[in-house]
C-alpha cells in the first residue's frame, strides 16, 4: 500500500473542492419561494428574492435541520451559534447586490470523507461547509446581443461544503467528489442531480515542486460531471506545468471547462475574501442551534455508506470493494440486503447485482429500483446455483427469462426449459465411463502431465450429458477413476 503521493512530470498535484450541494426543501432559504427545478424563467422568485425594498429575509428551518444532517455524518463540529453574512459584489443575477452567506462562523466546521482508492483507505479533511444563497442565472443562448436573466434560483438553499488541500491526483479528486455525492444524497439532503446544478464542484489545483511551498492555484468553476471534473483537472495540471517549465509564473485565477475542447480558459482573476467586504448580515440574527435538536435529527439518521460497507465486509465476510459496490446508494444497499433476507448467499447474491444485474440496469439505463428481476427472484436463482440443481450457464438463461417477462417463477422456468443438471450419479457415471473409453489417447496425455488433455475429458462429458452435468461431481469422478 503505497502512500507517497504520486508525480507528474516531477511535480507534486494539489487539489482542494469546494462543493455547492443544493439542499432538498420545497422552499428557498430566506422566502417561501418554490425551488422545484425547470418552471418558465421568473415564476418562481417572489418579492424577496427579487430584493424588493421592505422585504426581510426569514430562515428557512429545513435548510438548518439539513446542515445538521451534513455535520452528524462528516463528523464534524455543528456551531451552536453561526452568523450570516453579506458577500458583496456586483453582477446582473444577484439583485441585492450582495449574497447571504456565512463567513466568520459557519455553521459546520471540520469533520472529514473517508473513501477507498483502490485497496488504500484515503481521508480528505473539511474546513467548513455553510449556508447560503444561491443566484439567479444568466441567460446568453436565446439572444442576440443582449442577455436574459432568471431568478427563479436566486435565494435557492446551497451548502457549501470546502476541504482542506489534501487530494494528490485527479483520480483521488473524482474518488472524494463521488463519495461525498454518495453521503449528501444518501442522508437525503440533495438529491444530487448534477446536470440540473443540484451538485456542482469547484476544484482548486495547483502545482509544485516536493518540498517546496503550495503553488498558486487556479479554480476550475462549475464541473457538473465527473468525466468533465476528470478532463478538467488532468488539463489544468499539464497547464500548469507547462506554463513553470517554460519560466512563467501562474496567476490565480478563476477558470471554466470548455468540454468541447477538453480545456480549461480563464474567465477572471480569482478574488480573495477581501474583496467581497464581508460583514455580518443586519436582518439576520444568529442562528443559534440546541444540544437537543441535534440529538433528535441524530436519532432519525440513517447507517451510513461507510459504516454499512464495514458492517458487510464483518458479517458477510464481502471484500472492501464488494462492500463499496453494494453500498454506492440506498437502493442498491436495500436490494442487496432483501436477496440476503430471502436466504440467498452474500458473496453470489454481490457478485450477480455488480456483475449480470448492473450490466443490463446500465445497457437499459435503468435504476436498480426499475430492475424486472426482484431481489426475491434473484435469491431463489443463486439458492438453485449454490445447492447444485443448476450450473451458471443455465442460471444465465433463467435470469433472461426472469429479465424479459418470460416467466416469474425461477424452479418452473428451470423446468419449462429443462435445465435441471443431472444429479443421478450413476447415469453421470454412465457417461464418464463412455467417454474413457473412447478417449484413450487423452487418458495417455493426461497421465503424462497434460491438463489440457483432462479439460479436453471433461468437455466431452459435458457435451455428452448435453451441458446438464454438475461440473463439479464430473471432475471428481473423473479424478476418481484416472487416479
Same mark, same amino acid.
Given at each position: ?18 462543493? $455547492? ?25 417572489? &418579492?424577496?428574492?427579487? &430584493? ?20 452528524? !455524518? ?10 450570516? =453574512? ?8 444577484? @439583485?441585492?447586490?450582495?449574497?447571504? %452567506?456565512?463567513?466568520?462562523? @459557519? ?22 461547509? $455553510? ?15 443582449? %442577455?436574459?436573466?432568471? +431568478? ?13 488541500? *489534501? ?55 462549475? +464541473? ?24 512563467? &509564473? ?9 468540454? *468541447? ?11 480573495? &475574501? ?5 460583514? @455580518?448580515?443586519? *436582518?439576520? @440574527?444568529?442562528?443559534?442551534? !440546541? ?24 458479517? $458477510? ?14 437502493? $442498491?444497499? !436495500? ?13 453470489? !447474491? %454481490? ?6 444485474? %448492473? ?49 416469474? *417463477? ?16 450413476? =447415469? ?7 467417454? +474413457? ?44 477413476? +484416472?487416479?
Amino acid at each position: 500500500m503505497s502512500t507517497t503521493p504520486p508525480l507528474v512530470q516531477g511535480y507534486e498535484v494539489v487539489i482542494g473542492f469546494e462543493t $455547492h450541494a443544493q439542499l432538498s426543501t420545497a422552499s428557498k432559504i430566506f422566502s417561501r419561494a418554490s425551488t422545484a427545478f425547470g418552471a418558465e424563467p421568473n415564476t418562481q422568485a417572489c &418579492a424577496v428574492d427579487l &430584493a424588493l425594498p421592505g422585504t426581510l429575509p426569514v430562515m428557512n428551518k429545513g435548510a438548518v435541520e439539513r446542515a445538521i444532517k451534513l455535520g452528524l !455524518a462528516l463528523g464534524s463540529h455543528i456551531a451552536p451559534r453561526s452568523v450570516f =453574512a453579506r458577500k458583496n459584489y456586483f453582477y446582473p443575477d444577484l @439583485p441585492k447586490g450582495y449574497q447571504i %452567506s456565512q463567513y466568520e462562523i @459557519p455553521v459546520v466546521q471540520g469533520g472529514s470523507v473517508s473513501f477507498y482508492l483502490g485497496d488504500e483507505l484515503k481521508t480528505v479533511r473539511l474546513v467548513r461547509a $455553510h449556508l447560503e444563497e444561491d443566484a439567479g442565472k444568466s441567460l446568453h443562448e436565446d439572444f442576440v446581443g443582449m %442577455s436574459g436573466i432568471d +431568478l427563479n434560483r436566486a435565494g435557492t438553499p446551497l451548502l457549501e461544503i470546502v476541504t482542506e488541500p *489534501d487530494m494528490r491526483s485527479t483520480a483521488e479528486a473524482v474518488a472524494y467528489a463521488k463519495e461525498l455525492h454518495k453521503i449528501v444524497t444518501w442522508i437525503g439532503i440533495c438529491d444530487g442531480n448534477m446536470q440540473e446544478g443540484s451538485f456542482r464542484c469547484d476544484a482548486n489545483v495547483s502545482v509544485r515542486k516536493p518540498g517546496q511551498p503550495l503553488g498558486t492555484r487556479r479554480e476550475i468553476k462549475n +464541473l457538473n460531471s465527473f468525466r468533465f471534473m476528470q478532463q478538467a483537472i488532468d488539463f489544468e495540471i499539464r497547464w500548469q506545468i507547462e506554463q513553470l517549465e517554460d519560466g512563467h &509564473a501562474i496567476q490565480q485565477a478563476t477558470v471554466l471547462f470548455d468540454p *468541447d475542447t477538453g480545456e480549461t480558459r480563464a474567465m477572471r482573476t480569482k478574488e480573495d &475574501a477581501a474583496d467581497y467586504r464581508y460583514f @455580518p448580515d443586519p *436582518d439576520l @440574527p444568529p442562528l443559534a442551534i !440546541a444540544a437537543e435538536w441535534i440529538e433528535r435529527v441524530k436519532s432519525g439518521m440513517p447507517e451510513l455508506p461507510r459504516a454499512m460497507a464495514a458492517r458487510y465486509v464483518r458479517e $458477510h465476510g464481502l471484500s472492501e470493494y464488494d462492500a463499496t459496490q453494494l453500498t454506492q446508494s440506498p437502493a $442498491h444497499a !436495500a436490494y442487496f440486503e432483501a436477496a440476503v433476507a430471502a436466504g440467498a448467499a452474500p458473496k453470489l !447474491a %454481490s457478485n450477480w447485482l455488480q456483475g449480470e444485474i %448492473s450490466k443490463r440496469l446500465n445497457a437499459q439505463e435503468l435504476g436498480i429500483e426499475a430492475a424486472p428481476v426482484s431481489a426475491v427472484q434473484l435469491a431463489q436463482l443463486v439458492g438453485r446455483i449454490a445447492d447444485g440443481t443448476i450450473s451458471n450457464n443455465a442460471a444465465r438463461q433463467v435470469f433472461e427469462a426472469l429479465w424479459t417477462g418470460e416467466g416469474q *417463477d425461477v424452479d418452473a422456468l428451470i423446468e419449462a426449459k429443462g435445465l435441471k443438471q443431472m444429479s443421478d450419479t450413476g =447415469a453421470l457415471e454412465k457417461i464418464v465411463d463412455d467417454v +474413457l473409453a473412447r478417449n484413450e489417447k487423452n487418458i495417455a496425455e493426461y497421465r503424462a502431465g497434460k491438463d489440457k488433455a483432462f479439460n479436453a475429458l471433461v468437455g466431452q462429458v459435458m457435451k455428452e450429458s448435453k451441458g446438464k452435468a454438475n461440473p463439479a461431481q464430473v471432475n471428481a469422478l473423473l479424478k476418481a477413476k +484416472l487416479g
